[in-house]
């Protein structure tokens, strides 16, 4: 009964998207048979593709049959070749979903290193091979950094600045060589603690070197000369709210995860719990009626007063979790010793939850680098908007003459987060998918 | 000293927790009113005035019921949770009663700025006459705004009379201007009203749209994720750590920047998907132009975003699955098939269900991409201005409240996210329901 409810249901959306599809999207008014001038229309290039495909699919067959007969005559075994032909399949399957998937990448980063716009107009080259006149692969024909120097035109550092840079540009140098020491070597405690030294030094660099930097350094012309700005502006937005996160939700996780004899604690859990049932951003015009009426529209204090509400239940939560894994013997002995609860949480556990405020840390910081809504809401002038809001000029103006910066601009401003991501990947994987694995 | 126990010894922590912040932003609020007269402080001057009171309150409160202090652990997150998401809430609930607006915005209309010429005690003498100056019409009863420089006082006019008007208390100050305040009023249900007046231009084709949306994101991803997490979960496959890492990309770059790319990826005549097309014989689409088509774009790039966390979520509940099971039914001599069937998708259910309803949940309110790749257009004929084509409930009231088109109508932005809110927690409940969080949580 049931799987035949679910055919029915199956049936009936494929009908839905087959009627959608013949409707809606390739009905004369919106499918229009017509080439845009200037780019390159293969007839039935699909077909050709397929073919493509299929002549790949068998060579990956004649090439594992022919394995599998060879290697079965010589070791005088009988073994199927099908396990090896669906894995080169698969191999090919991913291959093809990799290409599609990085495309937009690619595009985007061969865009940022063309000065001339050449991938955002009618131009066509001329270079005899098909993909290249299509500007399927990009065609940069003098690829060089100017997009990246208008981005950063006019900006005065000082001396101490520049130093600031430096210092974290070599921290960041040896973190990655530590890194790479880590794959090839055996793990040493060493490496651990200079690891943890250097990181610490690149984020007290770059967060000084944000504080410090003033909308006066960027006196380039134009909007894009701002983006360095913006960047910065990200940064403390960003920075200041995990911060605040790990502030707020420390005592809080470490009172719900210790005081149980508390009368209440279960109902304090429960409203927490609750009130992070509605996101922040729901109420966004109350949050711009309480905002103006504080005066503190196009400020970042009002930006990360606002972002508080949504962080402080899961920052709790993770925390408790956390603290609830860690034995309390050792601040029972504390006590009994005379500690006083604030000493025990101060002395001992604050030590020990190091990990634990940097994942909080870092997961508040990655959100609030792309959050959008109330950043388009609060952050109204140029010199304050942040990176999202900053680009968002970019694509409501003229894209045939920015493109080029525009692309520079998302290289470098998706670069911190990239980072961040694949050097942090087991905090963020566990992170988000929390919940979904319960030992 | 005990904590007093009991229903009884919670209520009264409690009441004295919340009455310190209660009473330390009640004094925050009396003491910006006033100081307003005399320096015209900026707003925030209530948050400190708070916190100059909440502190040294806490303290004293303290030695008065040591057993109170344990709950200064939660003192921190509380007061901000209350500050900065349950009184937004409320005041969103007020705000949507109210025909609070652009125009309507509580604070005063410059336009109707005048000069003040003389002034005696609560008399004030205006250049002009007050009804023409201050467009009242009868101005008895009406808020203004009188002030100098570094100065400003809030009162009511008592009656006016040719170029003079009476306020309800003196100025401390020699007043130079006055202006009206254009106050907000409480207009009942009339907001709502406006909204099933209009249904069908805006609030059923949204919703529909908005359903429709969340739902075809959630099952596209998931199909995606689930058959990326069946092939990368087969210990045989060479080189998986490397396609899972690589395959991750779209996940660790920031997707409000992502989004914006997509904008110019997506263009008709230059966007890099087109040339694509193009040279695969599939003529230029209007992904972006037409009504149906960004619908498609928006489902489409939402894929490209998310599928990396359903793969990686469909990993997860996949290791969960103990080998054992495969090996016994091997054993047993069901073909692979078989045991994908019988074993792994039944056993994916129960850890899956959860993730697919709070990604449900998350891309209901999904503002960002809708409002970033098409700015809820193109526009379709009949509808509302704000909201057109892709507009989701949550980017119709931004537009209400915040765009041109929407006339900074706040009160009607206000009851659409009432409306937003009560689905969205119907949402949360038949997930806790589902997923049992509230009975893990002791």
Not at chain 1, 58 to 71: D, F, G, M, Q, V
Not at chain 1, 159 to 187: D, E, K, N, S
Not at chain 2, 259 to 279: K, P
Request: proline fraction near 5%.
């Amino acid at each position: 009964m049931r799987r035949l409810l679910a055919f029915l249901l199956v049936g009936l959306a494929l009908y839905g998207i087959y009627w959608f599809a013949l409707n809606r999207l390739f009905d004369a008014g919106s499918y229009r048979k017509q080439v845009a001038f200037g780019s390159v229309f293969v007839p039935y290039g699909w077909a050709y593709a397929l073919g493509i495909l299929l002549g790949l699919v068998l060579a990956i067959l004649l090439y594992s049959l022919a394995y599998t007969a060879l290697a079965n005559r010589i070791q005088g075994r009988k073994r199927s070749p099908w396990p090896l032909f669906w894995q080169g399949v698969t191999h090919l399957f991913l291959w093809i979903l990799i290409l599609l998937v990085y495309y937009p990448v690619v595009q985007v980063v061969a865009a940022s290193f063309d000065p001339t716009n050449n991938l955002f107009s009618f131009r066509r080259p001329d270079t005899g091979f098909l993909l290249l006149d299509a500007k399927v692969i990009p065609y940069v024909p003098e690829p060089s950094l100017e997009n990246y120097a208008k981005l950063v035109e006019g900006v005065v550092l000082y001396p101490y600045q520049v130093g600031l840079l430096l210092l974290g540009g070599l921290a960041l140098l040896g973190v990655a060589l530590i890194g790479l020491l880590r794959r090839l070597l055996t793990p040493e405690d060493w490496m651990d603690f200079w690891q943890g030294r250097l990181l610490l030094l690149l984020t007290l660099a770059v967060f000084a070197l944000a504080l410090t930097l003033s909308p006066r350094q960027f006196t380039g012309q134009g909007t894009e000369a701002k983006f360095l700005l913006w960047v910065r502006n990200t940064f403390l937005i960003s920075g200041l709210t995990g911060l605040l996160a790990v502030l707020l939700t420390a005592t809080a996780g470490y009172a719900f995860a210790r005081f149980r004899h508390l009368p209440g604690r279960y109902p304090v859990l429960l409203f927490f719990i609750f009130v992070q049932m509605f996101p922040g951003f729901l109420a966004l015009v109350a949050i711009y009626y309480l905002l103006s009426r504080l005066d503190l529209l196009n400020t970042f204090t009002g930006l990360v007063l606002a972002y508080s509400g949504g962080i402080i239940s899961f920052g709790t939560w993770v925390y408790k979790g956390y603290l609830e894994s860690i034995s309390p013997s050792l601040e029972e002995a504390a006590m009994v010793d005379g500690a006083t609860r604030w000493q025990v949480f101060t002395k001992i556990l604050l030590p020990l939850s190091a990990p634990m405020f940097v994942f909080v840390f870092l997961l508040q910081f990655v959100g609030t680098y792309s959050e959008f809504v109330l950043a388009n809401l609060v952050l109204t002038g140029v010199e304050s908007w942040n990176v999202g809001v900053g680009l968002r000029s970019f694509t409501t103006g003229q894209f045939q003459t920015k493109w080029g910066i525009f692309a520079a601009a998302s290289v470098l401003g998706s670069l911190p987060i990239l980072f961040l991501f694949y050097g942090f990947q087991q905090y963020f994987v566990s992170g988000y998918t929390a919940g979904a694995v319960k030992e | 000293m005990k904590h007093p126990p009991g229903l009884k010894g919670f209520l009264l922590a409690l009441s004295l927790l919340l009455g310190l912040l209660i009473l330390s932003t009640g004094v925050g609020i009396l003491g910006y009113l006033a100081l307003e007269a005399y320096l015209a402080p900026p707003g925030w001057t209530i948050l400190v005035l708070a916190l100059l009171v909440l502190v040294p309150g806490a303290v004293l409160v303290g030695r008065l019921f040591p057993w109170l202090t344990d709950w200064y652990y939660f003192l921190p997150a509380l007061s901000f949770l209350l500050a900065f998401t349950l009184y937004p809430i409320a005041l969103t609930v007020y705000l949507a009663f109210t025909d609070y607006s652009g125009a309507r915005s509580g604070f005063p209309d410059r336009s109707t700025e005048t000069r003040v010429v003389a002034q005696e005690g609560p008399r004030l003498l205006l250049e002009e006459p007050v009804e023409e100056a201050l467009r009242c019409r009868p101005c008895a009863g009406e808020t203004v705004e009188v002030y100098a420089e570094g100065h400003r006082l809030r009162a009511r006019i008592l009656e006016a009379e040719g170029n003079t008007l009476v306020l309800d208390r003196i100025p401390p100050f020699q007043a130079a201007f006055v202006a009206k305040v254009n106050a907000f009023r409480f207009v009942g249900l009339r907001n709502f009203s406006f909204i099933l007046s209009q249904a069908s231009k805006a609030l059923f084709p949204v919703f529909a749209w908005n359903v429709a949306f969340a739902l075809s994101t959630v099952l596209l991803n998931a199909l995606l994720g689930l058959i990326l997490g069946l092939v990368l979960n087969n210990k045989a496959l060479k080189l998986r750590n490397f396609y899972r890492t690589v395959l991750i990309i779209s996940w660790a770059l920031p997707g409000v920047i992502t989004v914006q790319v997509f904008v110019a990826l997506l263009n008709y005549n230059f966007g890099a998907i087109n040339r694509l097309l193009g040279v695969l014989g599939i003529y230029p689409i209007p992904w972006l132009n037409d009504p149906d088509w960004a619908k498609v774009a928006i489902l489409l790039v939402n894929l490209w975003l998310g599928f990396p966390y359903m793969m990686t979520a469909t990993l997860g509940a996949l290791s969960t699955i103990p080998d054992e099971l495969y090996e016994a039914a091997k054993v047993d001599g069901a073909t692979p098939w078989q045991a994908l069937w019988g074993i792994t998708l039944p056993l994916l259910e129960k850890p899956m269900v959860p993730i697919l309803l709070s990604s449900f949940a998350f891309n209901f309110n999904n503002f960002y991409i809708i409002y970033l790749l098409t700015g809820g257009g193109p526009a379709q004929e009949g509808r509302l201005a704000t909201a057109q084509a892709t507009d989701i409930l949550i980017s119709w009231a931004y537009k209400t409240a915040f765009s041109a088109e929407g006339q900074s109508a706040y009160g009607l932005g206000a009851a659409i996210s009432l409306l937003i809110f009560a689905i969205t927690v119907a949402i949360s409940l038949v997930n806790f329901r589902i997923t049992g969080a509230l009975r893990e949580v002791r």
